[in-house]
């Protein structure tokens, strides 16, 4: 078979299933990668949600015998909201970051590339494939950065020329050996735009982060939000784009290619207070199908906590009491005593002087002291 006409096939016919951008490398281990995996790990800058194991994550032939290359994709999603929603005093909003608008990205980049796989198989049956996005043990970014989709960014982002950073990557390793592409220059240059913008400081230095700082993780963990982070997450209630923002390529950038990825502006900017209230079905039914809801509903309420506390929102003061009283999670709990304190008023204090005496968690005893210490100073 002629690999370098099948190639031109194969970009053609992404084009026509809706991939924004094609590009083909090696199956060669990621050496540099590898030492800075490891480099991240001693310094404990990794989020725990990476594949553990750093062979397989630089070793593409350890996941697909007689891998000889790579297919990395990219799919462009909107920046901004075709229906904007105001946040307004009494009816607050929260904001999911871009990554979880529309529908789950995981489905529609894994519906493209099992058309490219059978696509692939049409033509060359006898082919090897092994297709994977964010979860695979692959980094998508270091795969996508050496296939030439886009530069690495200082935000860590894989930045395009076309779509900026506004980009899902995934990819195809395979046993056909394409001719690679090559890798775009960084251009970058001497703006730290990013690392100025992020709120908390997760950016080290240009390209490298403290996944541990990083508010995006930080609104996907399951415990008490640490205490320093609070009042930077804002209105997030999952994820954070500061960083993509602040890019001056991002400037203008708002691409509506794929209907699947429209945001419906109350799932991508809810009220708060009803998220307080749901049950796990309807949380399901309302935020189900979207990326952000991966971890559940309790991170997403504990966020809104926060958010809720952030805007100072006296009228989530009689539900915060009712999470103080009622609620079995201790985080859910802690929180809402530690933003009960932050929105202050007589009703709220009496509620946390009363939890004071009633709560047996020790976790929640801190929040509660928390708490009643924002009405000392
Ligand atoms: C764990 C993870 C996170 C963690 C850690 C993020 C991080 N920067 O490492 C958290 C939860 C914080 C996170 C947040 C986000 N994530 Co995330 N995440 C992942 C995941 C699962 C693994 C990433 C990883 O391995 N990181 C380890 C670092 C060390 O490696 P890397 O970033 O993958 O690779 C780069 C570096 O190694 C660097 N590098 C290598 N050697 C060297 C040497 C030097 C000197 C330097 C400077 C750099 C450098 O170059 C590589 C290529 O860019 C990937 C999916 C996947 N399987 O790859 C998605 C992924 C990276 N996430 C993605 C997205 C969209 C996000 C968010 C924008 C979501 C949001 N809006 O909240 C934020 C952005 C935060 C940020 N500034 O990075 C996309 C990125 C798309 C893109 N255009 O780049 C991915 C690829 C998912 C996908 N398939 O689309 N994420
Ligand atoms: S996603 Fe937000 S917190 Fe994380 S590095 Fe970017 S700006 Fe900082
Ligand atoms: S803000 Fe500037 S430094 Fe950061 S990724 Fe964008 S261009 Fe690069």
Redesign the pocket.
Known sequence: MDIQKFKKELIAYSTEIGIDKIGFTTAAP?T??K???IK?QELG???G???PDIDK?VTPAMLLEGAQSIISI?LAYPAKMNDRVESKKGDRRGIF????WGLD??HI?RERLNKLEKFIFSKLPEAKLKS??????????????RAGI?W?????????SEFG??????EIITNIPFEPDLPIEDQCGSCTK?IDA?PTG??I?????N?NR????L??TKELIPDEFRDKIGNRV????S??TACPVNKGVNFHLHEEMEADPEVAKPLLKPILKLSNREFKKRFGSVSGAWRGKKPIQRNAIIALAHFKDESAVPDLIDILKNEPSSVTRGTAAWALGKIGGEAALRALKKAKELEKDIDVQKEIEKGLNFYNN
């Open positions: 990621f540099k990668l030492s800075r995996l991240q800058y990794q989020s949600f990476e594949e994550r990219a970051s871009r990554a979880s990205y995981h980049l994977m996005v964010d979860t695979g043990e692959l980094s998508d970014r270091a795969v996508a950065e886009g690495s960014g200082k935000n860590c982002s894989i930045i395009t950073s506004y980009v899902y990557l995934g990013c992020c997760a950016l230095q240009g390209g490298q982060i996944a990083c508010i995006s993780f609104t996907q999952y994820g954070c784009d960083c993509q």
